[in-house]
């Protein structure tokens, strides 16, 4: 999995039981983050990315999020995401997609890829690298308006259908 190998930035709190790949430094790239959580989704690590997405400090972050990553999520979708972060596959690995809040109130939308540690120093712990998706889901919601409305007449297709279907 690719967290076992990724570099992290500075700890948020010294814990004994910290996996030793993941030592202070930089994030993996361009539009990627990484976070480590425990199993309440407090984070223990924070990489530079995820702040920097949401126009903020790190400091400034966690205390906007309470120190968890539920609540870095929109408010909406957060049952969503209970559901997609409990949907693990045989390696503990899921994948989430969601909107999170920027400091000046615009969503991004992130694609959440983590895994669960079963087992030895990582029982309990969750790592996850996130990505900023947000334009591929601006894109997906043009596509959908332009397959859902008719361009001459502004009519929304299915309601036309339906209509015609009744006569």
């Known amino acids: 999995f690719l967290l076992c190998h990724a570099h992290l930035s500075a700890p948020l709190r010294e814990d004994a039981n910290r996996p030793t790949a993941l030592m202070p ?53 957060r049952e969503d995401v209970l559901r997609q972060w409990d949907a693990v596959d045989e390696e503990g690995v899921y994948t989430a997609r969601y909107r999170m809040c920027r400091m000046d109130g615009a969503h991004v939308w992130v694609k959440e890829t983590g895994k669960k540690g079963a087992a030895g120093e990582k029982a309990g712990q969750i790592c996850s690298v996130y990505t900023d998706i947000t334009a591929e889901m601006e894109h997906h919601e043009l596509l959908r308006r332009q397959i859902d409305n008719d361009s001459l007449t502004g009519d929304r297709k299915s309601t036309r259908l339906n209509s015609s279907h009744v006569r």
């Open 25 to 77: 430094d930089a994030d993996i790239g361009s539009g990627f983050s990484q976070c480590m959580c425990d199993r309440e989704h407090t984070y223990l690590f924070v990489g530079d990315g995820l702040p920097k997405l949401l126009g903020c400090s790190r400091d400034v972050f966690l205390r906007e999020s309470c120190g968890t990553a539920l609540g870095a999520v929109c408010p909406a979708d």
